[in-house]
């Protein structure tokens, strides 16, 4: 019956790969015939014990062109670690040893990410995208054909995907609700297949999915493995029985060990031949789950003997050996012999970096108007704090009394222009995160990134002080000079650039919200305590003096807004010279100042690129 019925999926799924209308010259692999991998081992230091615990050992295998394999077994087997290795991606193991052949044929990494596509567990999306939108920027980025040929291709593979309905949706933000869970899955399949990789690996792609997607997403696969003769490695815990029989390899691990490696034809052959048979009529991925788990048995010690036995049983059986004799005969393939990487295998030439930068300012610009919680949320912050700043301090009359509070109005302002960047922390991150994906992808590289990240923010930045400055200029009664006004917006536009700087430098050196949050209150906390305004030149001690004074940009910008309100001014009869000579400021100090502002501006993004290319 298992029979009957397999031969029933493949009767469906090759029939859904002859009308496939997604296949086509930018998908088909000419070049990578075959992915193997042996000795794969990866330890990890035990938070307990501190000694190294073994996560995955001695895994091997080999996949064909044109077949989809399951990497199959219990949670924490080893499975989206081992996924990992053979994808080129990081990671913190300890120790980790491995092989890994194209055409038999050893080369970098970094090679290998031109022709390969990582799906993540989690989806890594941009949530102010539509669906089409995504996979669109994907493709762009990949450098798929023409504007049209690149709509026809998407078409296909929404319907493909069963995405069509929800094309113009958008992924769904904070405040706007988007997608499925479910959904967000298969654009996230979806936006990889697009690019058009040779070895596609996907960690749980049917997450989140019910049974009947779950079997959509995978006979896609299957079907675009088998036209195009692409590779498909993937992760599942638990698929049903139809679902389970379109996997045309399976590999089993427990507790990092293998448990077998081959066909779904030869699987229940060899568990009848090691004393472990599949019953008929259960689905053989429960069944297989249950007999590798055994964290839920009564008796651990027998089951972890038993354990044992079968995996003693499979390192001596035929089919091992099987494994072996197909990784070397790869080695010995014409691919071996002529000893050149395959290259990528698409005949569409990925964009240069300039290309590059325009599509992600393309895409940033679309996030940026669409996603209030990037620049719309500040945008009106900053409006209100005007009326309220400009109204506490309103009309403020020059004269001698008003000195004071001129002061404490520009410092107040200047230390909240700079703590509201804190803002886009969550935007930015979102921006890593998709960034980590598609540099992983050699779909963009980090300075294309920031470059992008900057230029897309300018515009708004400049939005958002002109919805401030203005109100608080007239309302405070700031020196009524046009070029007064001009630069009173170009000191809090300044402030603005340096401190969403510094929010960029620490998201991107600690990808975590709370972390990069507390990094970055903290040093402006600190740039607020040491304004000249609070602890005069003479009073502070070297260290905060020369160490954190030199590159505070939120006294840089103070010392401009006070030459700016100050110089050639009187205060009934009271000049303000005599507040620039208090704080030691010199009325030409401007040109300098700004250049210092922009060198921290510059510091700050280059950290920030240094800590995205090494990390």
């Known amino acids: 019956m298992a029979s009957s019925s397999s031969s029933a999926v493949n009767t469906c799924t090759d029939k859904r790969s002859e009308e496939d209308p997604f296949q086509d010259s930018g998908l088909f692999n000419s070049t990578v015939e075959n992915f193997s991998w042996s ?43 081992l996924l990992n290795v053979l994808a080129g991606r990081p990671s913190q193991a300890a120790k980790t040893t491995a092989t890994v052949r194209v055409n038999g044929l050893e080369y970098p990494a970094s090679e290998f990410r031109s022709l390969s596509s990582f799906v993540e567990q989690d989806d890594v999306l941009m ?57 967000k899955r298969r654009v996230s399949v979806a936006s990889q297949l697009i690019t058009g990789p040779a070895v596609i690996f996907l960690d749980e792609p049917t997450t989140s999915l019910d049974s009947l997607a779950s079997f959509e997403v995978i006979s896609h696969l299957r079907a675009v493995a088998r036209r195009n003769k692409l590779i498909i490695i993937l992760s599942i815990h ?10 045309d390899k399976l590999m089993l691990l427990s507790a990092g060990k293998t448990h077998y490696f081959g066909s779904l034809d ?20 429960d069944h297989l789950l249950e007999t590798l788990n055994i964290d839920f048995s009564t008796d651990k010690s027998a089951a972890s003997r038993h354990l044992d036995q079968l995996q003693q049983a499979w390192k001596a059986s035929r089919l091992a050996d099987d494994v072996t004799t197909g990784i070397n005969a790869a080695r010995r393939s014409p691919y071996h012999a002529s000893n050149k990487p395959p290259g990528s295998h698409s005949h569409n030439p990925r964009p ?21 919680m990037t620049y719309g949320l500040r945008l009106v912050m900053f ?102 006004t001009f630069m009173y917006i170009t000191w809090i536009y300044l402030d603005m650039l340096a401190a969403e700087s510094a929010v960029v430098f620490f998201a991107s050196l600690f990808p975590s919200f709370v972390a990069a949050l507390v990094a970055f209150c903290t040093l402006n906390s600190l740039f607020m305590s040491i304004c000249v305004v609070i602890v005069p030149s003479s009073m502070l001690n070297g260290f905060y003096k020369y160490v954190f004074r030199s590159w505070d940009y939120i006294n840089y910008v103070f010392q401009g807004l006070v030459i700016n309100e100050f110089k050639d001014r ?11 000579d208090r704080f030691e400021f010199r009325a030409n100090d401007t040109p300098r100042i700004v250049g210092y502002l922009l060198a921290i501006t510059a510091a700050f993004r280059l950290g920030a690129w240094l800590a995205l290319r090494f990390s």
């Not at 009848?272 to 599949?278: D, Q």
């Not at 700079?418 to 980090?446: Q, W």
Request: proline fraction near 4%.
């Open 383 to 484: 409006f209100v704090l005007a009326l309220m700043l400009g109204t506490i301090w309103i009309r403020l009359d020059p004269n001698q009394d008003s000195v004071h509070p001129r002061l404490m109005l520009l410092f107040i302002q200047t230390g909240f222009t700079s703590f509201v960047a804190v803002c886009y922390v969550p935007a930015y991150l979102e921006d890593r995160h998709l960034f980590k994906k598609e540099y992983y992808d050699a779909l963009c590289g980090a300075t294309e990134m920031l470059i992008s990240n900057f230029l897309v923010g300018l515009p708004f930045l400049l939005l958002m002080c002109l919805s401030f400055c203005p109100i608080v200029y007239w309302l405070a009664n700031f020196q009524p000079t046009a070029s007064g």
């Open 570 to 580: 009187d205060y009934s009869g009271v000049s303000g010279q005599i507040v620039l």
């Open 352 to 372: 240069n970096r300039l290309s590059v930068l325009y599509i992600l300012c393309h895409r940033g610009f679309i996030k940026g108007y669409r996603d209030h």
């Open 266 to 285: 030869a699987l229940h052959g060899y568990y009848t031949e090691v004393g472990a048979r599949i019953p008929e009529h259960v689905n053989p991925a």
């Open 127 to 183: 949530s102010s995208l539509t669906v089409r939108e995504t996979i669109d920027f994907s493709a762009r980025l990949s450098g798929l054909g023409s504007s049209l040929d690149r709509r026809r291709r998407i078409d296909a593979l929404l319907s493909a995907m069963g995405l069509t309905d929800q094309a113009d949706n958008l992924i769904g933000t904070p405040l706007r609700r988007g997608i499925s869970g479910g959904q």
């Open 39 to 81: 000795g794969v081992s990866v330890q990890v230091k035990d938070k307990k014990t501190k000694e190294l615990r073994t996560i995955v050992d001695n895994a091997a295998g080999i996949v064909q062109a044109g077949d989809i394999c399951a990497l199959m077994g219990p949670s924490g087997c080893g499975k989206t670690t």
């Open 238 to 247: 638990q698929p049903s029985a139809v679902t389970f029989r379109l996997f």
